[in-house]
Nanobody, 128 residues
Framework: QLQLVESGGGLVQPGGSLRLSCVVSGFSLDYYMITWFRQAPGKEREGVSCISSSGISTNYESSVKGRFTISRDNAKDTVYLQMNSLKPEDTAIYSC?????????????????????WGQGTQVTVSS
């Protein structure tokens, strides 16, 4: 069974921080590109941040650049998304997704239908 499990979501005030984790099992994280997606109520799912299989290549959606940081620890089978300076418009369900993609850098625009495995998501709510 190949699984991704997200955690770390919750309720935070504007300007606060959260750290999301995505733990994978059933396969080696070494072979997969990982992207965090989010979906807000009434909106389409969008890519937030990508990290390549090596961890060398990353990219970010423009609205989160400078505030969010993606990283991975392959030895722990975990990918992280550190979210700082959170805004109400960051409120969404955040999901991690894996693509069998060894070596190439993150694409400019991650496509939902290119990802093979998905977690169930974790809710992030930014509100006072």
């Amino acid at each position: 069974q190949l699984q991704l499990v997200e955690s770390g979501g919750g309720l935070v005030q504007p300007g606060g921080s959260l750290r999301l984790s995505c733990v994978v099992s059933g396969f080696s994280l070494d072979y997969y590109m990982i992207t965090w997606f989010r979906q807000a109520p009434g909106k389409e799912r969008e890519g937030v941040s990508c990290i390549s299989s090596s961890g060398i290549s990353t990219n970010y959606e423009s609205s989160v650049k400078g505030r969010f940081t993606i990283s991975r620890d392959n030895a722990k089978d975990t990918v992280y998304l550190q979210m700082n300076s959170l805004k109400p418009e960051d409120t969404a369900i955040y999901s991690c997704a894996a693509k069998l993609w060894v070596g190439p850098p993150c694409p400019a625009s991650p496509l939902v239908n290119e990802y093979d495995y998905w977690g169930q998501g974790t809710q992030v709510t930014v509100s006072s």
